[in-house]
């Protein structure tokens, strides 16, 4: 078998651990900013391509990151392969069942929320197609409809990221925005499919249009009747007869292949085909969370980050960025979008700020978005421009959603202990024999963060102390205070491997002891850190880990792993 | 970037989805006969590869999986990636700390079971190099060195699972064992990339031999001293500050990828440094058991039954079979390992039988072997005949290792109740409201296939019924009975929705009842199978999972997934 040779396998290795590697880098910096990986992972491969690395040191890259030959076939048939794997686990994430469940309100919603932009885009492209980027086509169709599908389609795991951070995924206005978005999702994919086909037949495929189309919704309505129905019988017998969860795993993945095959065959792109069979796998009763979890991980921790740094790879961000045609097109995707679903909210009988919370959920487009521009570019549909001006209007409406929604709806994310806590508050081992002195230590431990003198927090904390024992039991002390002069909350953690009497409920000796400050004005804060906690070492095999931990870094290590 | 066309791209999808769905459906049947999957997964590539399918469709083949061309760069560079993951994977499985404790027998034991085979490979290979189908090359030490390496490899994952399945792993002989085949595994590693430094030098590599050597060695104790360390530090902080298990996944493979850069770039092959940056991380003690083994999953139900089948793609394993050679491969390879390692074990205080079964425990030698003979292969030391009589030896090695420890420890498999129930022997719903009728339609059941009348089976497990009930609590009741007309254990299960009272201790009626019949001569298979099958439903939350299936394949898949 023709293999690369031994400096190409070389390159190879270095080109995939570059981007993997710095990807993930990126993508957790952006999640640690609350914002969606796809942001970073894409980040990465700009620093990486031609918009940077390019221009700093046009020949590493060259060398790292060839355009032409081997190297370049190897990589881009990774990024084909990932970017179906990264659509299998969107397709997996629709849960048809449930969102047909969720009634006229969810329906109305997508309905709207496709037609609107739908015909905003499309009315924009068609009088101007050339200052919107588009590229002349035999079919002068192709562009307004292309256009007007990539303004319509939402982004589901964005959204389900934002609900969820702000605890609304369970809520009525959560399971309808979810609903509303999985209805969205399919019907956006299945226009876009068919498009493709236009356009796939147009340059020149095998099969005439009318057949490719016929096919594209041929095979949609059998995997998603006929086809769901199989995989629903068949799973139950692959998680007993196979090695578990490797089995389903390659079952899922295979599937996913051959329906990827088929559908690149008949003139619409692979990452259909794997979408599909997501939606019919994952709309199982059989499909538990943990394999779901599963196939997940493995996807988004490796394959996606690879795909969308891969796209840096391919175009200068810098110059191809058009500020006009940006800003046209995030107008035209905000206003349709968010006046569409923010309508049809309202006509269903929403509240005002809900309906537009609705609309501005909605309009997250992420990473669904950057796929179809990338399409659109690699089938010649849009120029370079217009690409990044999709990849900004994506990026721009997820960054945006969060924010737009917590204020209209006046939610704050939960407070976590965690973030009031850093390398500086964590004090281990706690040298105080007594209550007395530990209070003391780690008042001196946040003195320096605070800005306030040790005897101002020591003496507010062991006047709480003194009215009763802050000892839960379990291991765990809790003493606190409300002081006026500060603007944040702050906690530390003192780690006692022989224990300190905290007076405990059960008479055991505390091992974690947190001082917990937090500003006199935010009444809720206190309690919500004190509750976090709770909740947090309600677990027995949590505490014993956290107490045999003796740095800060080993501390978080133990409670992301438990 | 320079992409594959469309209907290239249909291949790659179609060439992957087979491949894969066949190596693990092969390697599935071939751990259902308690054999390594690997030999499934290797039968899978040879049904697809010139041997079968080429013979059968040669043009079907050449289309799926072509020899030249973009398609067959893409398919041989993932397999390159897929071995290099491997080799991570066996790596993290080797346990530098645990092994070196282990103490004289052990490395008795990995030294004798070295230099044993190493002296009669190099003396055959060096006698007659042309009638084992070494490759005449400039240096004449290349074949006997490889010859004399590959016998003396043993390979870890299959010797842990043949001890693990013997209920043998955490006994003396067992960690002795591991322990031996660690010690082993790294010697073989490092000898074998020395090999491939003076191989790829020779073949015009840009640098010379002694550099090659020098660097690998020196690479080597860098990365098992400084780089283990660094990894022990940096590992808490990934823990801490990634996503998990997405983050701790990424870093892994980014250091493996780096480090397969390297050792291709030296001259080794990229494996070698996957399988050092393994063994750095796996070492660590902040490597969870959960990381390891999503790492695990991650990597050999994916990528491993993608390189192995890969492997009968490249070979005709029937035109190339030549009996002599193989046999001649399997003797010596034999004799050297069990001999080395049986008398390590009689010189260092064992006793005979057990000194016996440690050697034929290191003889297995399983997928790595292969990996050495391909590369070879590759490389131009062996030819095809070699490479196929080595693949024979590998798996004829891993096939006895069990069988022969069972019989020489007279050790058994210990008796699982799910090896003797079937989908004719599950009853559901179970129609009867009491003890008499319940046992009498389970006797029902069990007829056909122990071939005794009903009455008989439900006479015997009645008389022993009416001396003590049989219910355990818990919703489980056990009737059973020994008859002297049976030659294996037979199981039914009825699961009965409303329960059936079993005079359990707790009062609660029985919802899955098993009656078990076992041979009158057998003495421990009866009490065997009780106990698995209470061991097994000790759990709550199983009961009430195993209690709602309704077919055997959703009862197997509750246990499964549990």
């Given at each position: 078998?023709?293999?690369?040779?031994?400096?190409?396998?070389?390159?190879?290795?270095?080109?995939?651990?570059?981007?993997?590697?710095?990807?993930?880098?990126?993508?957790?910096?952006?999640?640690?900013?609350?914002?969606?990986?796809?942001?970073?992972?894409?980040?990465?491969?700009?620093?990486?391509?031609?918009?940077?690395?390019?221009?700093?040191?046009?020949?590493?890259?060259?060398?790292?990151?060839?355009?032409?030959?081997?190297?370049?076939?190897?990589?881009?048939?990774?990024?084909?392969?990932?970017?179906?794997?990264?659509?299998?686990v969107a397709g997996l994430?629709?849960?048809?069942?449930?969102?047909?469940?969720?009634?006229?309100?969810?329906?109305?919603?997508?309905?709207?929320?496709?037609?609107?932009?739908?015909?905003?885009?499309?009315?924009?492209?068609?009088?101007?197609?050339?200052?919107?980027?588009?590229?002349?086509?035999?079919?002068?169709?192709?562009?307004?409809?292309?256009?007007?599908?990539?303004?319509?389609?939402?982004?589901?795991?964005?959204?389900?990221?934002?609900?969820?951070?702000?605890?609304?995924?369970?809520?009525?206005?959560?399971?309808?925005?979810?609903?509303?978005?999985?209805?969205?999702?399919?019907?956006?994919?299945?226009?876009?499919?068919?498009?493709?086909?236009?356009?796939?037949?147009?340059?020149?495929?095998?099969?005439?249009?009318?057949?490719?189309?016929?096919?594209?919704?041929?095979?949609?309505?059998?995997?998603?009747?006929?086809?769901?129905?199989?995989?629903?019988?068949?799973?139950?017998?692959?998680?007993?007869?196979?090695?578990?969860?490797?089995?389903?795993?390659?079952?899922?993945?295979?599937?996913?292949?051959?329906?990827?095959?088929?559908?690149?065959?008949?003139?619409?792109?692979?990452?259909?085909?794997?979408?599909?069979?997501?939606?019919?796998?994952?709309?199982?009763?059989?499909?538990?969370?943990?394999?779901?979890a599963t196939i997940n991980?493995?996807?988004?921790?490796?394959?996606?980050?690879?795909?969308?740094?891969?796209?840096?790879?391919?175009?200068?961000?810098?110059?191809?960025?058009?500020?006009?045609?940006?800003?046209?097109?995030?107008?035209?995707?905000?206003?349709?979008?968010?006046?569409?679903?923010?309508?049809?909210?309202?006509?269903?009988?929403?509240?005002?700020?809900?309906?537009?919370?609705?609309?501005?959920?909605?309009?997250?487009?992420?990473a669904m978005e950057i796929?179809?521009?990338?399409?659109?570019?690699?089938?010649?549909?849009?120029?370079?421009?217009?690409?990044?001006?999709?990849?900004?209007?994506?990026?721009?409406?997820?960054?945006?959603?969060?924010?737009?929604?917590?204020?209209?709806?006046?939610?704050?994310?939960?407070?976590?202990?965690?973030?009031?806590?850093?390398?500086?508050?964590?004090?281990?081992?706690?040298?105080?024999?007594?209550?007395?002195?530990?209070?003391?230590?780690?008042?001196?431990?946040?003195?320096?963060?605070?800005?306030?003198?040790?005897?101002?927090?020591?003496?507010?904390?062991?006047?709480?102390?003194?009215?009763?024992?802050?000892?839960?039991?379990?291991?765990?002390?809790?003493?606190?205070?409300?002081?006026?002069?500060?603007?944040?909350?702050?906690?530390?953690?003192?780690?006692?491997?022989?224990?300190?009497?905290?007076?405990?409920?059960?008479?055991?000796?505390?091992?974690?002891?947190?001082?917990?400050?937090?500003?006199?004005?935010?009444?809720?804060?206190?309690?919500?850190?004190?509750?976090?906690?709770?909740?947090?070492?309600?677990?027995?095999?949590?505490?014993?880990?956290?107490?045999?931990?003796?740095?800060?870094?080993?501390?978080?290590?133990?409670?992301?792993?438990?």
């Amino acid at each position: 078998m023709q293999s690369l040779t031994h400096s190409q396998i070389t390159v190879m290795f270095l080109a995939v651990g570059t981007l993997l590697l710095l990807a993930r880098a990126f993508g957790e910096v952006a999640r640690r900013f609350g914002q969606p990986a796809v942001l970073g992972e894409m980040l990465a491969g700009i620093l990486l391509g031609p918009t940077v690395l390019g221009q700093l040191a046009p020949d590493l890259m060259a060398a790292l990151f060839p355009r032409e030959g081997p190297n370049a076939l190897v990589l881009s048939s990774f990024a084909t392969l990932s970017v179906a794997l990264f659509l299998l686990v969107a397709g997996l994430e629709v849960d048809l069942s449930t969102a047909t469940r969720q009634g006229r309100t969810a329906i109305t919603v997508s309905a709207l929320g496709i037609a609107v932009p739908f015909a905003l885009g499309f009315g924009a492209a068609s009088l101007a197609p050339a200052s919107l980027g588009g590229v002349v086509h035999d079919n002068p169709w192709i562009f307004p409809l292309f256009f007007a599908t990539a303004l319509s389609i939402s982004a589901l795991p964005v959204i389900a990221k934002t609900l969820m951070d702000l605890d609304l995924y369970r809520t009525d206005l959560g399971m309808v925005v979810i609903a509303a978005a999985v209805l969205n999702d399919l019907a956006g994919w299945i226009i876009f499919a068919v498009i493709l086909g236009l356009i796939g037949t147009a340059g020149g495929h095998a099969l005439p249009v009318s057949m490719t189309i016929a096919l594209t919704l041929g095979f949609t309505a059998f995997v998603l009747t006929a086809g769901r129905a199989a995989v629903h019988r068949a799973l139950p017998w692959v998680l007993a007869h196979t090695s578990w969860p490797g089995g389903i795993l390659a079952f899922a993945l295979a599937l996913a292949l051959f329906s990827a095959a088929f559908t690149e065959w008949i003139g619409v792109h692979a990452i259909f085909g794997a979408f599909l069979v997501g939606v019919a796998i994952g709309d199982s009763s059989h499909m538990r969370e943990q394999t779901r979890a599963t196939i997940n991980h493995f996807v988004s921790s490796i394959f996606a980050p690879l795909f969308f740094a891969t796209i840096g790879l391919r175009v200068d961000f810098v110059a191809n960025f058009d500020p006009g045609l940006v800003l046209l097109v995030l107008v035209i995707a905000c206003a349709g979008k968010i006046a569409g679903c923010g309508l049809a909210g309202l006509w269903s009988g929403m509240e005002r700020r809900e309906a537009w919370a609705v609309g501005f959920a909605m309009n997250a487009r992420g990473a669904m978005e950057i796929i179809l521009g990338l399409l659109a570019l690699q089938y010649g549909v849009i120029d370079q421009r217009m690409f990044v001006a999709l990849v900004v209007m994506a990026l721009a409406t997820s960054l945006m959603s969060g924010p737009a929604i917590q204020r209209l709806l006046q939610r704050e994310r939960p407070r976590r202990f965690t973030d009031h806590l850093s390398g500086k508050t964590f004090v281990c081992p706690l040298r105080a024999q007594d209550r007395r002195g530990a209070i003391t230590e780690l008042a001196e431990a946040l003195a320096p963060s605070t800005g306030l003198a040790p005897g101002v927090i020591d003496a507010a904390a062991w006047a709480r102390e003194e009215i009763m024992s802050t000892g839960t039991g379990g291991g765990l002390a809790l003493p606190h205070a409300r002081l006026p002069s500060i603007r944040a909350p702050a906690v530390a953690l003192g780690v006692s491997p022989e224990g300190v009497d905290f007076n405990s409920p059960d008479g055991e000796p505390a091992h974690l002891i947190f001082l917990i400050l937090t500003p006199a004005e935010d009444g809720g804060a206190q309690l919500e850190i004190l509750k976090d906690i709770a909740k947090t070492f309600r677990d027995t095999g949590l505490r014993e880990k956290a107490t045999r931990a003796r740095t800060h870094t080993e501390f978080l290590a133990a409670l992301k792993t438990h």
